[in-house]
């Protein structure tokens, strides 16, 4: 059973950046294509970044909002998820989780709040 702990997230001025880290618990944790996902209040959950592995290799997805400006990696020998996010505007405010991708199959982590405010 993989658990997912989120972490790294907090207040930060718009144009600012944040790394968030999601740590997975369980030794098949490489064999997930994984995502992170955010929710905003009043707001649907939503996908805005995967990484998925495939025969031809790696390959990275983003939602439209966050395209050129997000990256999303991943350590699997530290059963770790990154999200790079870059330029945050103040849309991006939200909890943002992980979670197997491009459907959700795992339990959901408590997430980490993004705030962006001046």
């Known amino acids: 059973q993989v658990q997912l702990v989120e972490s790294g997230g907090g207040l930060v001025q718009p144009g600012g950046s944040l790394r968030l880290s999601c740590a997975a618990s369980?030794?098949?944790?490489?064999?997930?294509?994984m995502g992170w996902y955010r929710q905003a209040p009043g707001k649907q959950r939503e996908l805005v970044a995967s990484?998925?592995?495939?025969?031809?290799?790696?390959?990275?997805n983003y939602a439209d909002s966050v395209k050129g400006r997000f990256t999303i990696s991943r350590d699997n020998a530290k059963n770790t998820v990154y999200l790079q996010m870059n330029s945050l505007k103040s849309d991006d405010t939200a909890v943002y989780y992980c979670?197997?991708?491009?459907?959700?199959?795992?339990?959901w982590g408590q997430g980490t709040q993004v705030t962006v405010s001046s």
């Open positions: 990484i998925i592995s495939g025969i031809s290799g790696i390959r990275t």
């Open positions: 979670n197997t991708a491009p459907l959700a199959s795992r339990p």
């Open positions: 369980g030794s098949i944790f490489r064999l997930y294509d």
